[in-house]
């Protein structure tokens, strides 16, 4: 899966606003993204109950503490490096972005307390939500429709993992487990939780290494984040940033493992919480009209193709020094055929 997108958006300093920057004859124009944006996010979730609720009586309330018994449990260093090592070789298999998008059609987040429907539908949801109130942050749109996709990984043709090391909150491993995190009693029988070496505030961290450098549990966050760093994606660095932490709760709701962030990682939590709102509260037994908003999704993705093959052409003009002969022929030939306009 080749992601790729041409717009960069600069972000300041000025609390939680995010400026961009327009050239336009010569000047700059200036738009606000406020972190409100005329979103009103709704006072309860699709079951008439408060969002992220993991004590409200419910049918889903056993499965979901279930879930996190098990999650906690599993999730530890050795079992996130294996998993990680595992999939970045991105040797699974090869799908467009649509057919992974139509392949979630097929599971439902055991995890989710505020959601039943198939995976598609939160995708769509949070996507067309964002669009929008941002109609002309076309990477925002394209964040929000595959920030999930890797929940492919309970697909037999991805490994079909489990659950719990698909879906969930995520969380640093290596250091010690934050009490804000849901069900924390469970981390009592995760084998790292009594380990010197990780259950401290830093562990085999330092402070502000930045979350790049920090294991997170394993799932589809980390593993789409894996797909889109391979994949050379030209998503701004906020991008990614949302779609690797964007279940990482107990930081953008708590502030907890704030002492591992860089500046970096400060300047994107800003568009992370712009995201987080679309991401929680346009869950909803409302189904947005798929072949309706599907040819906009598709024309995104045939415009990252457009670039990708445009990002060739270029790279094979710059190589024409050392070329052999026959080749440079070849090269005008494809040139002729297929050169973007």
Known sequence: MTILIDRHSDQNDAGDEIVEKNQGNGKEEETELVLDAGFEAPHTNSFGRTF???????????GVEEFYRVNHIGQTVDFVRKMREEYEKLNRTEMSIWECCELLNEFIDESDPDLDEPQIEHLLQTAE?????????DWLHLTGLIHDLGKVLLHSSFGELPQWAVV????????AFDESIV???YFKENPDYDNPSYNSKYGIYTEGCGLDNVLMSWGHDDYMYLVAKENQTTLPSAGLFIIRYHSFYALHKSEAYKHLMNNEDRENMKWLKVFNKYDLYSKSKVRVNVEEVKPYYLSLTNKVVCIYFKMCFQ????KLWSMPASLIGVYYIICSIFRPS
């Not at 939500?129 to 942050?137: G, H, N, Q, S, V």
């Not at 969930?168 to 250091?175: E, K, L, Y």
């Not at 790279?315 to 710059?318: G, K, N």
């Open 52 to 62: 992220r609720d993991y004590d409200a009586e419910s049918e889903r309330r056993r």
């Open 168 to 175: 969930g909150d995520t969380f640093p491993v290596g250091c």
């Open 129 to 137: 939500a964002i669009r929008k109130d941002y109609p002309d942050e």
């Open 315 to 318: 790279i094979l003009y710059s």
């Open 183 to 185: 069900h924390h009693k």
